[in-house]
């Protein structure tokens, strides 16, 4: 039980890891995201599959993963923080599509 509790904190950790080299390097996401409730969401993520699952899961395969995860949350919400001008512009710009 011990082996897997390891494995479990390594995979926190490389998730971690991944994590805060994606909010350092992006400006969305440094506004946008609090680090500690990204990491404590992933946590969820890998809770739901085995620690060893995620160890097959190559890095760059696994940033990508936690890549567009942190799109969806930094951007979800947006349209909520528009001015009624700005939401009047949106909703013209969508029409015009």
Request: proline residues 3%; glycine residues 4%.
């Given at each position: ?21 994606l909010?350092?390097?992006n ?12 990491i ?58």
């Amino acid at each position: 039980m011990q082996e897997i509790s390891q494995e479990r904190d390594i995979a926190i950790a490389r998730i971690s890891g991944i994590v805060e080299k994606l909010i350092a390097g992006n400006t969305l996401y440094k506004e946008r995201l609090d680090k500690e409730v990204m990491i404590q969401n992933l946590v969820r993520f890998v809770d739901k599959f085995s620690p060893e699952y995620l160890k097959t899961i190559p890095d760059d395969e696994l940033t990508n993963i936690i890549d567009s995860i942190s799109v969806i949350e930094a951007v979800s919400g947006t349209l909520n923080d528009l001015t009624p001008e700005q939401m009047k512009m949106f909703d013209e710009a969508v029409e015009g599509r």
